[in-house]
């Protein structure tokens, strides 16, 4: 008999330590039919000596059994991610952020598929749920709105829980899961926030794998932020990100520019462009 795989769930936090906790200790007593045995906790300070570290790495050493606090600044923003992929000791891994609910079940759910799919490497993924705990969205489809590529969807798929999973273009990366050996790796010239989705799920693709929704591994996510955002968060890093990811996967950016273009002056696009092109071309020189 096959021995059961463990998951690693791992967090990247960074002064959120209530969104932290509240998150830890709901995946804690809401999921003990996921084997707490089967289950490692890894929590990533990406503001080490910030107001919530102590906080933080007091929760996960002194009352979680299963959990590990590391703490780093070397990589900040979405590409932080990698780290929680280099640093897992288990093949499966399921990242989330800092603030986000699993309905029960969830991660039961997601076992379940690995168990029974033992050598899938594809990014599998979970419907949204929204505030009201009624509407959802499976996936996004490849469209500009508000600021990003991408605008939420759903397909009637969803909305049966014990339903098979289904080929999604992309979703919000709040909550995705693969084997450890089948993460790509973001960019290493990403940073700061943004042009992560479709990036990611266009990488897997290219190798040859799939981006799936998983109807019962669904996930509430905490998008208000009444005391402000901590971290950086600028359209130039997310312009930035968005052409370095398309250039790499060889797909075009002129929509990027002619999007962006009406949200910010045509100067400072252009600025970002130009910025990437100098540093495309110093990476050519050296090779």
Sequence with gaps: MRTPEKLTIGMAVYEDYDGLYFTLQALRYYHQDADPQRIEYLILDNCPGGAHSECTKNLVEKHIWN?????????KGTAVRDLLFEEAKTDLVMCMDSHV??????IRALLDFYDNNPDSDDLIQGPLVYDNIYNMSTHMEPEWLNGLYGNWACDERGADKLGEPFDIPAQGLGLF??????????NKRFSGFGGEEFYIHEKFRQQGKR?????????VHRFERPNGIKYRLVWEDRIRNYLIGRKELGLPIQDVLDYFETVLDKEKVDGVLKAVEHEDSMLTSKE
């Design 67 to 75: 959990g590990r606090y590391i703490n780093t600044d070397k990589i």
């Design 101 to 106: 609910l699993v309905e029960p079940g969830g």
């Design 177 to 186: 899961s693969c084997r450890k050996r089948a993460w790509p790796g973001f």
């Design 211 to 219: 981006t799936l929704c998983l109807p019962a591994l669904r996930w």
